[in-house]
Protein backbone atom coordinates (compact mmCIF):
# COMPACT_ATOMS: atom_id res chain seq x y z
CA UNK A 1 0.00 0.00 0.00
CA UNK A 2 1.60 3.45 -1.33
CA UNK A 3 0.40 6.77 0.48
CA UNK A 4 0.68 9.36 -1.65
CA UNK A 5 -0.83 12.11 0.79
CA UNK A 6 1.11 15.17 2.54
CA UNK A 7 1.74 15.08 6.39
CA UNK A 8 -0.58 16.57 8.35
CA UNK A 9 -3.76 14.85 6.57
CA UNK A 10 -4.02 11.75 9.06
CA UNK A 11 -1.09 9.81 7.96
CA UNK A 12 0.15 8.75 11.18
CA UNK A 13 -3.53 8.34 11.72
CA UNK A 14 -4.02 5.76 8.65
CA UNK A 15 -0.14 4.57 9.49
CA UNK A 16 -1.81 2.89 12.72
CA UNK A 17 -4.83 1.63 11.09
CA UNK A 18 -3.12 -0.24 8.68
CA UNK A 19 -0.44 -1.77 10.54
CA UNK A 20 -4.04 -2.95 12.46
CA UNK A 21 -5.06 -4.37 9.67
CA UNK A 22 -2.14 -6.40 9.03
CA UNK A 23 -0.34 -3.83 6.29
CA UNK A 24 2.14 -3.43 8.94
CA UNK A 25 4.64 -2.21 9.57
CA UNK A 26 3.89 0.94 7.84
CA UNK A 27 6.72 3.34 6.84
CA UNK A 28 6.46 6.89 8.09
CA UNK A 29 8.38 9.83 8.85
CA UNK A 30 8.77 8.82 12.33
CA UNK A 31 10.36 5.17 10.92
CA UNK A 32 13.17 7.63 9.66
CA UNK A 33 13.28 9.43 12.60
CA UNK A 34 13.42 6.45 14.59
CA UNK A 35 15.94 4.77 13.35
CA UNK A 36 20.04 5.78 11.92
CA UNK A 37 20.13 4.03 8.93
CA UNK A 38 16.28 5.05 7.49
CA UNK A 39 18.19 8.43 8.16
CA UNK A 40 20.48 7.98 6.28
CA UNK A 41 19.24 6.08 3.36
CA UNK A 42 16.13 8.84 2.79
CA UNK A 43 18.66 11.86 3.07
CA UNK A 44 21.16 10.47 0.58
CA UNK A 45 18.09 9.74 -1.43
CA UNK A 46 17.03 13.28 -1.05
CA UNK A 47 20.41 14.18 -1.93
CA UNK A 48 20.51 13.10 -5.37
CA UNK A 49 21.49 9.03 -4.96
CA UNK A 50 19.93 6.68 -7.17
CA UNK A 51 16.64 5.02 -5.17
CA UNK A 52 16.84 1.52 -4.29
CA UNK A 53 13.29 0.72 -2.88
CA UNK A 54 13.86 -2.34 -2.12
CA UNK A 55 16.51 -1.20 0.80
CA UNK A 56 14.63 2.13 1.80
CA UNK A 57 11.54 -0.24 2.44
CA UNK A 58 13.18 -3.16 3.42
CA UNK A 59 10.77 -5.32 6.18
CA UNK A 60 7.87 -2.80 5.39
CA UNK A 61 4.34 -3.90 3.95
CA UNK A 62 3.00 -0.42 3.54
CA UNK A 63 4.17 3.55 3.23
CA UNK A 64 2.87 6.74 4.31
CA UNK A 65 3.63 10.47 5.24
CA UNK A 66 6.76 12.00 3.74
CA UNK A 67 9.54 10.81 2.95
CA UNK A 68 7.82 8.35 0.67
CA UNK A 69 4.81 9.95 -0.07
CA UNK A 70 7.39 12.59 -1.65
CA UNK A 71 8.23 9.69 -4.41
CA UNK A 72 5.02 8.39 -5.07
CA UNK A 73 4.88 8.52 -8.77
CA UNK A 74 8.64 6.34 -8.73
CA UNK A 75 6.87 3.76 -6.03
CA UNK A 76 3.60 3.39 -8.34
CA UNK A 77 5.50 2.14 -11.10
CA UNK A 78 7.99 -0.25 -8.98
CA UNK A 79 4.88 -1.57 -7.36
CA UNK A 80 2.63 -2.10 -9.95
CA UNK A 81 0.19 -4.32 -7.96
CA UNK A 82 0.49 -2.11 -4.67
CA UNK A 83 -3.03 -0.01 -3.70
CA UNK A 84 -2.95 3.69 -3.38
CA UNK A 85 -4.31 5.72 -0.80
CA UNK A 86 -4.49 9.65 -0.89
CA UNK A 87 -5.16 11.14 2.57
CA UNK A 88 -7.22 14.50 1.97
CA UNK A 89 -8.28 17.03 4.25
CA UNK A 90 -9.60 20.49 2.98
CA UNK A 91 -6.21 23.20 1.67
CA UNK A 92 -6.61 25.27 4.34
CA UNK A 93 -7.32 23.01 7.89
CA UNK A 94 -4.23 21.50 5.82
CA UNK A 95 -1.94 24.81 5.90
CA UNK A 96 -3.31 25.31 9.37
CA UNK A 97 -2.27 22.42 10.67
CA UNK A 98 1.10 21.82 8.44
CA UNK A 99 2.02 25.87 9.61
CA UNK A 100 2.45 24.83 13.53
CA UNK A 101 3.94 21.67 13.48
CA UNK A 102 5.77 20.47 10.17
CA UNK A 103 6.68 24.38 9.06
CA UNK A 104 7.37 25.11 12.88
CA UNK A 105 9.61 22.05 13.22
CA UNK A 106 11.57 23.15 10.12
CA UNK A 107 11.43 27.07 11.13
CA UNK A 108 13.86 25.61 14.40
CA UNK A 109 15.90 23.02 12.91
CA UNK A 110 19.50 23.55 12.98
CA UNK A 111 20.36 20.21 10.56
CA UNK A 112 20.75 21.88 7.13
CA UNK A 113 20.35 18.27 6.14
CA UNK A 114 17.35 17.21 7.60
CA UNK A 115 14.98 15.73 5.83
CA UNK A 116 12.49 18.55 6.72
CA UNK A 117 15.01 21.20 4.95
CA UNK A 118 16.45 18.88 2.57
CA UNK A 119 12.94 16.88 0.88
CA UNK A 120 9.78 19.06 2.21
CA UNK A 121 11.22 22.73 2.49
CA UNK A 122 13.72 22.64 -0.46
CA UNK A 123 11.75 19.98 -2.87
CA UNK A 124 8.13 19.59 -1.88
CA UNK A 125 7.72 23.34 -1.56
CA UNK A 126 10.62 24.53 -3.84
CA UNK A 127 11.97 26.46 -1.19
CA UNK A 128 8.91 28.26 0.15
CA UNK A 129 7.36 26.26 2.79
CA UNK A 130 6.24 29.78 4.74
CA UNK A 131 4.36 31.35 1.68
CA UNK A 132 0.91 29.87 2.55
CA UNK A 133 -0.34 30.83 -1.04
CA UNK A 134 2.50 28.76 -2.25
CA UNK A 135 2.01 26.28 -0.33
CA UNK A 136 -1.31 25.28 -0.70
CA UNK A 137 -1.04 25.62 -4.55
CA UNK A 138 1.50 22.87 -4.19
CA UNK A 139 -0.74 20.79 -1.69
CA UNK A 140 -3.49 21.16 -4.34
CA UNK A 141 -1.12 20.40 -7.12
CA UNK A 142 -0.05 17.01 -5.70
CA UNK A 143 -3.58 15.82 -5.12
CA UNK A 144 -5.06 16.65 -8.67
CA UNK A 145 -1.08 14.90 -9.90
CA UNK A 146 -2.40 11.70 -8.20
CA UNK A 147 -6.28 11.68 -9.38
CA UNK A 148 -4.88 12.34 -12.36
CA UNK A 149 -1.91 9.47 -12.52
CA UNK A 150 -3.88 6.37 -10.22
CA UNK A 151 -6.57 4.49 -12.00
CA UNK A 152 -9.69 4.98 -10.15
CA UNK A 153 -9.86 1.28 -9.26
CA UNK A 154 -6.69 1.15 -7.60
CA UNK A 155 -7.01 4.79 -5.99
CA UNK A 156 -8.85 5.53 -2.46
CA UNK A 157 -9.22 9.11 -1.51
CA UNK A 158 -9.08 8.70 2.32
CA UNK A 159 -10.53 12.06 3.87
CA UNK A 160 -10.02 13.12 7.96
CA UNK A 161 -13.46 11.19 9.79
CA UNK A 162 -13.66 8.58 6.99
CA UNK A 163 -12.83 5.90 9.50
CA UNK A 164 -13.04 2.39 8.95
CA UNK A 165 -15.59 1.43 6.18
CA UNK A 166 -14.04 2.69 2.70
CA UNK A 167 -10.00 1.46 3.73
CA UNK A 168 -11.36 -1.96 4.54
CA UNK A 169 -13.24 -2.28 1.30
CA UNK A 170 -10.56 -0.77 -0.53
CA UNK A 171 -7.97 -3.72 0.93
CA UNK A 172 -10.19 -5.96 1.08
CA UNK A 173 -10.63 -6.61 4.85
CA UNK A 174 -12.64 -7.11 7.53
CA UNK A 175 -13.86 -3.87 9.79
CA UNK A 176 -11.94 -4.19 12.64
CA UNK A 177 -14.10 -4.00 15.98
CA UNK A 178 -11.71 -0.98 17.37
CA UNK A 179 -12.32 2.44 16.70
CA UNK A 180 -10.44 3.76 13.67
CA UNK A 181 -7.18 5.30 15.41
CA UNK A 182 -6.76 9.13 16.09
CA UNK A 183 -3.17 9.91 16.27
CA UNK A 184 -0.61 12.66 16.11
CA UNK A 185 -2.99 15.95 17.09
CA UNK A 186 -1.25 19.07 16.59
CA UNK A 187 -0.59 18.73 20.73
CA UNK A 188 1.06 15.51 20.17
CA UNK A 189 3.02 16.97 17.45
CA UNK A 190 4.30 19.72 19.47
CA UNK A 191 4.97 17.94 22.65
CA UNK A 192 7.10 15.38 20.58
CA UNK A 193 8.88 17.41 19.39
CA UNK A 194 9.59 19.36 22.90
CA UNK A 195 10.51 16.31 23.76
CA UNK A 196 12.73 15.13 21.32
CA UNK A 197 14.43 18.29 20.45
CA UNK A 198 12.71 20.32 17.60
CA UNK A 199 13.32 19.50 14.24
CA UNK A 200 16.79 17.83 14.89
CA UNK A 201 15.68 14.37 13.61
CA UNK A 202 14.73 13.75 10.70
Not at 48 to 75: I, N, T
Not at 81 to 93: C, G, K, M, Q, Y
Not at 111 to 126: N, P, R, Y
Not at 155 to 174: Q, R
Request: proline residues 5%.
Amino acid sequence: MIGTGFGRTGTDSMREALTMLGFGPCHHMSEVMAHAEQKRLWRALANGAAPDWGRLLAGYKSCVDWPSAHYWRELIEAYREARVILTWRSPESWWESFEKTILASITASRDQESLGIALIAKQVFGGRPHDRAHAIAVYEANVEAVLKAVPAERLLVHKLGDGWAPLCAHLGVPVPAEPYPSRNTTQEFRTARSLNGVGSRQ
